[in-house]
């Protein structure tokens, strides 16, 4: 069961914080409920915790895209049990249906980009750091905390923050901004594959499976597609250099 996303602003006891600090040695908690005992141990103050993911970083098409949510302490546990977890290991349908119980429940949540032009210029990893970094300040009630999918800490972020390996796994706040970016990064590639039909973008999401890469072959890439990405970048070359050619 887990303990706290919020924790109300009223300075918990010493003997309570004791209690909760033998509840750890005698039995197994949720990355949730140590982040926090440790956070109220050291602190011993309101806390607003954000978990925050991103998606789309290995794609040759489209932004990268990220979510922060803050969820109140009641809701975590009927997520947990509602199925919450990583968005990779859940099926679109799936998704879809924690989505809505995910933004119903949330105190707050938001999501944040990296565009393309953007992820050529800084490279991806900045950028989907660039995109968690804009999810959280769009929140409307800002966190003082916030869990981050990952190992890389959010450059020049004022809020404390700390980094959990496959976060969206072991968290049920991460797991749940997890499935809100992919939601929302899917619907956006859903409608591009209207515009770019040739790419199957619809199924692919904008990944390099082979449909996609035969596509960029054949066809060229679009403004959507990331230049710094090698396929995408050989493509373009190989483009260019039969233009000239035609033109000689």
């Not at 039995?27 to 140590?34: G, P």
Request: aromatic share 6%.
């Amino acid at each position: 069961m887990a303990l706290f996303a919020v924790v109300a602003a009223v300075p918990l006891p010493a003997q309570l914080i004791n209690q909760r600090w033998s509840m750890v040695r005698r039995k197994s908690l949720t990355v949730d409920q140590l982040e926090l005992l440790e956070l109220i141990n050291s602190r011993d103050s309101s806390l607003i915790i954000a978990g925050v993911d991103e998606v789309g970083r290995g794609a040759l098409f489209g932004p990268v895209v990220a979510a922060a949510v803050i969820l109140p302490s009641s809701a975590l546990a009927d997520l947990a049990i509602a199925g919450v977890t990583d968005s990779k290991l859940l099926s679109p349908s799936e998704r879809q249906r924690l989505a809505v119980q995910i933004r119903s429940a949330a105190v707050a949540y938001q999501i944040g980009y990296a565009s393309v032009r953007e992820i050529d210029r800084l490279n991806i990893l900045q950028s989907s750091l660039l995109a968690m970094k804009r999810a959280i300040l769009r929140l409307a009630v800002q966190p003082n905390f916030c869990l981050v999918d990952g190992n890389q800490r959010i450059p020049e972020l004022a809020i404390p923050q700390k980094t959990l390996v496959k976060g969206d796994q072991k968290s049920t706040v991460i797991a749940a901004a997890s499935i809100l970016a992919k939601v929302w990064r899917d619907e956006l590639l859903t409608r591009l594959a209207l515009r770019y039909p040739q790419y199957g973008l619809a199924t692919n999401k904008g990944y390099g499976t082979p449909i996609h890469r035969q596509a960029i072959h054949k066809y060229g890439i679009t403004p959507y597609h990331r230049k710094s990405f090698s396929p995408c970048r050989l493509a373009l070359l190989e483009h260019s250099s039969n233009h000239l050619s035609q033109e000689n």
